[in-house]
């Protein structure tokens, strides 16, 4: 049971380059959630998808796409990647409801340059 | 806007000692409180979630919410140099809604 899987783990792009972060869980989680972290603003929502074929905006979306898809993965797009988007990015899953806990891959740390 | 409030530290401990550590939150609707523990450089790990007021003990670790009073804690007994960490705290609103962080609090326990 490897719990929740990321690649890359390390990544680094120009500016204007486009990549996808890849995210997959065993667990059989119907809920999946990307965050980034970066120094002196911790651990920020960017989308989540409450269940397969769903998915939200969270805290800080723009300059992101997401794809859920199956119920196993889910994967984050920079388009056009910026210097601002450098930081380290979180997968995380639950099983869903109100009280389920999420549980984090472990993570890609992202320079754009 | 949704707000988690930590102490960031660093908070010193003797070894063997207790360690408390406090968050505030904003949002009266929060429903689920969760701590994560950080070491540098790795993913957060969860330690406790706690959903009632009151007491939740699991081992060495006692979470502690108060709903009135918007405030969630983390005891930690019998410290070890292995709890030296960084510690996160979280709270969602309810449903299948992401989780909100605190910025942490940066945890050394001296041997």
């Known amino acids: 049971n490897a719990g929740v899987t990321q690649t890359p783990k390390f990544q680094v792009l120009k500016t204007g380059q486009s990549m996808t972060l890849q995210c997959a869980q065993d667990m059989n989680h119907n809920s999946m959630y990307w965050y980034r972290q970066d120094p002196g603003m911790g651990l920020r929502l960017i989308y989540y998808?409450?269940?397969?074929?769903?998915?939200d905006k969270g805290e800080v979306p723009n300059g992101y796409n997401v794809s859920r898809l199956n119920k196993r993965e889910f994967s984050l797009r920079l388009e056009s990647a910026a210097p601002s988007q450098t930081s380290v990015y979180f997968c995380?899953?639950?099983?869903?409801?109100?009280?389920?806990?999420?549980?984090f891959g472990p993570g890609t740390r992202l320079t754009v340059t | 806007q949704k707000e988690v409030e930590q102490n960031s530290g660093p908070l010193s401990v003797p070894e063997g000692a207790i360690a408390s550590l406090n968050c505030t939150y904003s949002d009266r609707g929060s429903q689920s409180f969760f701590w994560y523990r950080q070491y540098s450089g790795k993913s957060p790990e969860l330690i406790m979630s706690i959903y009632s007021n009151g007491d939740k003990e699991d081992g060495r670790f006692t979470a502690q919410l108060n709903k009135a009073s918007q405030y969630v804690s983390l005891l930690i007994r019998d410290s070890q140099p292995s709890d030296s960490a960084t510690y996160l705290c979280?709270?969602?609103?309810?449903?299948?809604?992401?989780?909100?962080f605190g910025k942490g609090t940066h945890l050394i326990i001296q041997p």
């Open positions: 995380a899953s639950s099983v869903t409801g109100s009280r389920d806990e999420q549980y």
């Open positions: 979280a709270v969602r609103r309810g449903g299948a809604d992401g989780l909100t």
């Open positions: 998808s409450a269940s397969e074929g769903t998915t």
